[in-house]
């Protein structure tokens, strides 16, 4: 695809395996292209560059310092471990570079607060990689989650969402994500961050007034969170509940569920479709059981959506609108993506919080 002249010059700052999944993003992106690539050594940053063939026009760095000194780059996406985020986030932007940072956002609300303040303070874009948020699908489902007239699946009552996926002894042995130095969340971080953010999004970003995790966690030696399941309680507009389950131990699943009152909404794959071309989701209208119970008066309809660029493309796609609307007319960061964030990321401290005093509710009346 030919890139537009609003070009927006990308770098990957660390070499994770999923660096390799947004290099090609950036590729198909029309309006980005990759820049530079840095890593902690130089002969990393250039592997990375070989077995992703890299053209020689990106910049290959040995540090990140060096990185954020090159003034041809505009936004930074950042795949490092949570506990490097605030400091090399603020570093990106307090250099001007506008900042795609991996989920979580940080390992604390106040944390992901100092990375969002300097964003805000040197005026740049922020937004975290929840590329599920960026495919037309999504659009899709909440336009059918936002009718007021008579197709209305009315108010939403009940939520559910998984994230699991199956593991390997070896990651669960060395993965950064059960490392309590890199990645302390453990699946709270990595997966319950999708499942809370689809519930929140259900609820227009209304942050819950209840959270509770339930008490069938199970942590590694080290105390890192393998498998949790957690409750989400909302008292207004109508009271509505969600229950999330995330696992480094089980079978893959990326269910998100939305029961209402008049009618359901059922994605299998809603992190990533099964398909990169076309997505699709069941939505039921007014079903009722038919004379004897016997059947239903309906079945569920399949709504097919098809993308021209794969989601995270997508999402390095909208990023890179917002960066060329600032740096090229003087637009104003796009508040909305940093509220996301910090909103899924007060839920994901609830759940935490939840755990800590051995299962008890947190209430989020004051955030």
């Given amino acids: 695809m030919a890139k537009q002249p609003e070009t927006v010059r990308f770098a990957i700052m660390g070499c994770a395996d999923i660096a390799r999944k947004l290099a090609r993003a950036i590729a198909l992106a029309p309006n980005a292209t990759l820049s530079a690539v840095a890593s902690r050594s130089l002969q990393k940053a250039q592997t990375f560059a070989a077995q992703n063939a890299l053209p020689d026009t990106v910049s290959l760095y040995g540090s990140y310092h060096e990185l954020l000194d090159d003034p041809s780059v505009d936004a930074v996406y950042l795949p490092l471990p949570t506990s490097l985020h605030v400091q090399w986030a603020v570093a990106a932007a307090s250099r001007r570079k506008h900042v795609l940072l991996e989920k979580p956002g940080a390992l604390n609300t106040a944390d992901?607060?100092?990375?969002?303040?300097?964003?805000?303070?040197?005026?740049?874009?922020?937004?975290?990689?929840?590329?599920?948020?960026?495919h037309p699908r999504t659009s899709h489902m909440h336009q059918l989650l936002s009718l007021s007239h008579s197709g209305s699946i009315g108010n939403i009552q009940f939520i559910h969402s998984t994230s699991t996926m199956h593991t390997t002894p070896g990651f669960l042995e060395s993965n950064i994500r059960v490392k309590a130095e890199l990645d302390a969340l453990g699946a709270l971080g990595d997966l319950a961050w999708y499942c809370i953010g689809a519930s929140l999004w259900a609820k227009s970003y209304q942050l819950p007034a209840t959270v509770i995790a339930l008490p069938d966690v199970t942590r590694n030696a080290a105390g890192v969170i393998l498998s949790i399941t957690a409750s989400l309680h909302w008292d207004q507009p109508n009271q509505t509940e969600a229950i999330i389950h995330c696992s480094f131990l089980s079978h893959t699943s990326m269910d998100l569920a939305i029961s209402a009152s008049n009618g359901s909404l059922h994605v299998k794959d809603f992190i990533i479709p099964f398909r990169e071309d076309i997505a699709s989701f069941d939505f039921t209208f007014g079903a009722k059981f038919v004379d004897l119970h016997i059947g239903w008066n309906v079945k569920p309809e399949q709504v097919n959506v098809p993308n021209l660029l794969p989601q995270e493309a997508l999402m390095v796609q909208h990023f890179a609108t917002l960066v060329a609307g600032i740096r090229d007319c003087a637009s104003s960061p796009d508040n909305k993506w940093p509220e996301i964030t910090r909103k899924t990321q007060v839920v994901v401290d609830a759940v935490n919080k939840s755990l800590d005093l051995g299962c008890k509710p947190v209430f989020l009346w004051n955030e």
Avoid: P
Wanted: net charge negative; glycine share 8%.
């Fill in 112 to 134: 992901l607060d100092r990375i969002l303040e300097a964003c805000e303070s040197n005026g740049v874009q922020f937004m975290d990689g929840s590329m599920w948020l960026h």
